[in-house]
């Protein structure tokens, strides 16, 4: 062990004194040149090739059309008529707060004016949805019952997860464009992992003994998968849509840049004019959306033998008819746009607090987006660009890989780290990579304390988990908002809403580590006498470990993906290549930066994720 | 030879090993009187079923016998086909199990075997009715047909009024009723119980043991039944095998079993029987005449049922067996000497 170290140190050495300071351009190894080649091949022969002629572009137009479908029948439809579709589905199940809540949420757009704007977002998440669902169940089904089909489609899934939003659209708008079309495509791919996921969890959580009790019985492969397996794994599958919505709208503004209009534009230009209020209640109008979807599909499934109101099937008639006579007599009176709308009087003191906020502690938040930008962002950046040799850096870094997870990851860090390198995109990187370890710092520093108080409040945590929840479904673009009007642009205000937008998620994983600690050994230490302190400390902390590094884990990635939304307020780094490869469009420098995030985020996830491994209880075997 | 001498079911040298590859190497390793760990770790491959052969008679109960990690769920479903017996002979009154096809598998699975599962294996989706009728449903029979059949069932088992609750609205006894008339309602002449009764609290357990044997009594059904619970066994089973470590160690009558265990292991759990409860005269009697004839008792009866007889009076009493001829007689001694054997 000791010489080991002492090698160690001789390489680091050896490396720091012999290697080259920051990453030098001329290893560049020209990935984008051929990358843009094929771009341009496409721009040439997008209506000649027969992959395009007879595939992309009849994909587009289908598409096109159901979207154009969803919306003008949306816009046809007087605003009274979706409200109370909502209330009567969500009513059946007798949750009548819930039905209340859900139809005044369908006409919130309405009275804060963002009407057409959310017709044309549930156009696009509709569509997309759907979409997921024709492609997701089935390729879900597949992995579960066909281990070659998981083996394959598994470490793609995986793959999916960390690589972040804009790296997708880059292809998508390569292939097909802009417009609402493709940015439906771009939403489908994004989206389409949980929906796979779930269908798959959902198959292969059907107790064994009900499918062998199919089996038993003589039922075929295709009756056992119709008559149990799929039925039994509803639930599921509707979580599955449940999630694949709820990341979709997650997009929503990313899918601006590829041509979305809809809410999304909306938000994105509340940024550009620095309208707080405005960003805040259109964002809610995406939240509503998100939180009618939810109910809804919730509504739709509930468990066998739940009390429901029992409808005959002549007063459903009776309802339907009702509800096309009211749209008809809604047209002909023209009770179609939403008949008034309080936007201005909710935003305009909202800004106005801003403005307040931002003059008055003034004295405060200067000086911290100083001291951050002088004393620790600028700094990294000389350390890790002119001080440390970049060949030291993979040394130290692999090396620690090894320690925690061994070779393999560790030949994983230094590929990964010389390959960001060779694109080109080591000072980029480097800026990134710093204002995530701050943010990162930043959100444990806060959500663990959070957390572990939570965990053992109960009805703290009842109260605060909704909040929570509501939290994520908010553009993360929206977070930056506020903070842009707060500190100046820059990546300050970056770094603060990657903070806020990541700790829900941290405080959550945190608490539940908290909270699901087994029982027994809780009470096996009050027996010997532990006091609080010594409980928390002694036994729940310590068996939580594996749950608060994955909440570190769930955190780091959230703060990457914000990086690309701290690139369009200012924050520099691979977020703001990002958003330069998209708006040229220039897809070499966009696979660049692709592959630099994917790198980084691969390689942090695993090296937590290992982490956590080594921190879990062994199991027995 | 006609089919109605062949046994119902009979197993020839069945083998299940686990793990990568065709685990004929395991086996070898195992006759070479290798130990399983070693086994494990030179092949990774366990072997939880080594060279079972029985058979079962028709109408006969048949329990299996052995404790968790034994193989007697895996043996169970080398003899229905839910797992693939890695060697071995399974047939059903002469026919080969193992080389039917998957169509010929399921129309023996429709129609002469079925299965009630130890989590009860019920569709959660389903109402009770629809479950019981499940079976019936696969093979395409009508609506009205199978409803009827299943109601019929219900009322069978004592459910009767329970028809449109769902599984999980019923205790777990009346869930176990519920598998027990669905794999009923397929009338299979094989019956298979996979620990049915094990996840029930013990009075519902005992319960539900009093309805099986009361509906044996009238079915008369080729029954293999599963348990860890050596009472229940000495209850239900006709015959009785023991299994440890994939392979039976002793299989006979329960009297056989209690009066002479074949291995420590089995002694381990004959010894906290009740002798006097499993054991028949039969194996009291000794040599001798009584004093006086007026008192008999069938060699058949259960200890248990004389020990009356022999609290009233000193004398011997005077055993005949089944065609009344006396074999013999059993006294307090004979009796006293059986159940200290117990103390010990």
């Known amino acids: 062990m000791k010489s080991r170290i002492g090698g160690l140190l001789v390489l680091i050495i050896a490396a720091q004194t012999f290697g080259t300071r920051g990453f030098p351009e001329s290893l560049n190894i020209g990935l984008a040149e051929p990358i843009t080649g094929v771009q341009s091949w496409v721009r040439k022969n997008r209506s000649s090739n027969w992959s395009f002629k007879f595939f992309f572009n009849p994909l587009i137009s289908v598409v096109e059309f159901g979207l154009n479908c969803v919306e003008s029948f949306f816009t046809w439809l007087p605003w009274f008529i979706p409200a109370i579709v909502v209330f009567a589905v969500i009513a059946r199940t007798r949750r009548w707060g819930v039905a209340v809540f859900a139809a005044f949420a369908v006409v919130y757009p309405g009275i804060v004016g963002v009407w057409s704007e959310s017709i044309v977002t549930i156009s696009l998440m509709a569509v997309s949805v759907l979409m997921c669902v024709l492609v997701g169940v089935p390729l879900g089904v597949l992995t579960a019952l066909n281990t070659r089909t998981e083996s394959i489609l598994r470490p793609i899934l995986d793959g999916m997860q960390t690589v972040p939003a804009t790296v997708y659209l880059i292809p998508i708008v390569l292939v097909f464009g802009i417009g609402p079309a493709p940015a439906a495509i771009a939403t489908v791919i994004y989206a389409l992992p949980p929906m796979v996921r779930l269908t798959a969890l959902g198959i292969q959580q059907v107790p064994r003994s009900a499918v062998e009790a199919a089996q038993m019985f003589g039922a075929t492969k295709r009756q056992v998968l119709a008559k149990v397996q799929l039925p039994l794994a509803v639930p599921s599958i509707i979580t599955g849509i449940n999630q694949t919505v709820m990341m979709a709208l997650g997009i929503v503004v990313i899918a601006t840049l590829v041509g979305a209009g809809g809410l999304g534009q909306e938000i994105n230009q509340t940024v550009r004019r620095l309208q707080p209020g405005r960003g805040l209640i259109v964002s809610l109008a995406v939240v509503a959306v998100a939180l009618v979807l939810d109910r809804v599909s919730m509504s739709l499934v509930s468990n066998p033998g739940a009390q429901r109101i029992r409808i005959k099937r002549n007063t459903l008639y009776i309802g339907l008819i009702c509800l096309a006579v009211m749209a008809v007599i809604g047209r002909v009176f023209g009770w179609v746009e939403f008949p008034f709308s309080w936007g201005t009087s909710f935003a305009d003191p909202i800004d106005t607090g801003f403005k307040w906020f931002r003059t008055t502690f003034d004295v405060v938040t200067r000086p911290f987006n100083d001291f951050v930008v002088r004393e620790i962002l600028v700094r990294a950046q000389t350390l890790f660009n002119e001080t440390i040799t970049w060949q030291a850096i993979v040394v130290v870094a692999s090396a620690f890989s090894y320690y925690v997870a061994g070779w393999k990851l560790s030949l994983l860090t230094a590929g990964g780290i010389t390959f960001i390198g060779l694109t080109g995109r080591w000072p980029d990187s480097v800026d990134t990579l710093a204002q995530t370890v701050v943010a990162v710092i930043i959100s444990i520093l806060i959500a663990l304390p959070l957390g572990i108080w939570l965990g053992r409040r109960p009805r703290a945590e009842s109260i605060i988990s909704p909040v929570l929840d509501a939290m994520q479904t908010i553009p993360c673009l929206v977070y930056a908002i506020p903070f842009v009007m707060i500190f100046s642009v820059g990546p300050v205000p970056g770094i603060v809403a990657a903070v806020v937008y990541a700790i829900p998620p941290g405080i959550r994983l945190t608490s539940l580590g908290i909270r699901q600690v087994n029982y027994e050994s809780l009470e096996a230490a009050t027996t010997f006498g532990a006091t609080q302190r010594q409980v928390l400390w002694g036994v729940r902390v310590p068996l939580a470990m594996p749950s608060i590094i994955l909440a570190i884990n769930q955190m780091v990635m959230m703060v990457l993906a914000m990086a690309i939304i701290s690139g369009m307020v200012g924050g520099g780094g691979l977020g703001y290549r990002s958003i330069e490869a998209l708006t040229k469009p220039d897809s070499g420098l966009g696979v660049e930066v692709g592959i630099a995030i994917v790198i980084m985020a691969t390689i942090l996830d695993r090296l937590l994720q290992a982490t956590a491994k080594r921190l879990q209880a062994p199991v027995a075997i | ?344």
């Open chain 2, 1 to 344: 030879m006609e089919s109605g001498d062949l046994p119902a079911l009979d197993l020839r040298n069945i083998w299940k090993v686990f793990g990568p590859g065709d685990g004929s190497r395991a086996i070898e390793l195992v006759k070479n009187g290798m130990s399983r760990s070693d086994i494990l770790q030179q092949t990774q491959q366990t072997v939880a079923v080594r060279d079972v052969s029985f058979s079962v008679a028709r109408g006969e109960t048949f329990v299996v016998m052995g404790l968790s990690g034994s193989g007697k769920s895996t043996l169970i479903r080398c003899l229905s086909r839910l797992i693939e017996p890695t060697q071995g002979e399974v047939s059903l009154s002469g026919d080969n199990l193992l080389a039917m096809n998957e169509e010929q598998l399921r129309e023996v699975r429709r129609g002469r075997m079925s299965m009630v599962f130890q989590h009860f294996g019920l569709f959660p989706h389903r109402k009770v009715i629809d479950n019981i009728a499940y079976g019936l449903e696969v093979q395409k029979i009508d609506k009205q047909a199978r409803i009827a059949k299943a109601t019929e069932m219900l009322k069978t088992v004592g459910l009767d009024g329970w028809a449109d609750h769902y599984p999980q609205q019923l205790s777990g006894g009346m869930q176990q009723r519920v598998g027990l008339a669905r794999a009923l309602a397929v009338d299979p002449q094989i019956l298979l119980f996979d620990e049915p009764f094990s996840a029930l609290d013990p009075l519902i357990r005992k319960e539900m043991q009093d309805e099986l044997i009361r509906l044996q009594k009238t079915m008369q059904r080729t029954v293999v039944f599963i348990t860890h619970d050596f009472a229940e066994a000495l209850r239900l089973g006709d015959r009785i095998a023991i299994m440890k470590d994939g392979s039976f160690d002793q299989v006979g009558t329960p009297e056989e079993i209690v009066s002479s265990p074949a291995t420590p292991y089995v002694r381990e759990f004959v010894n906290d029987v009740p002798r006097a409860k499993v054991l028949s005269v039969k194996t009291v009697t000794v040599a001798g005449t009584a004093a006086t004839s007026s008192r008999t008792v069938m060699s058949t009866a259960k200890i248990e049922t004389i020990i009356p007889m022999l609290l009233e009076g000193d004398e011997a009493i005077t055993v005949t067996d089944a065609s009344n001829k006396i074999i013999g007689i059993v006294n307090r001694q004979s009796v006293a000497k059986i159940l200290q054997a117990e103390q010990k």
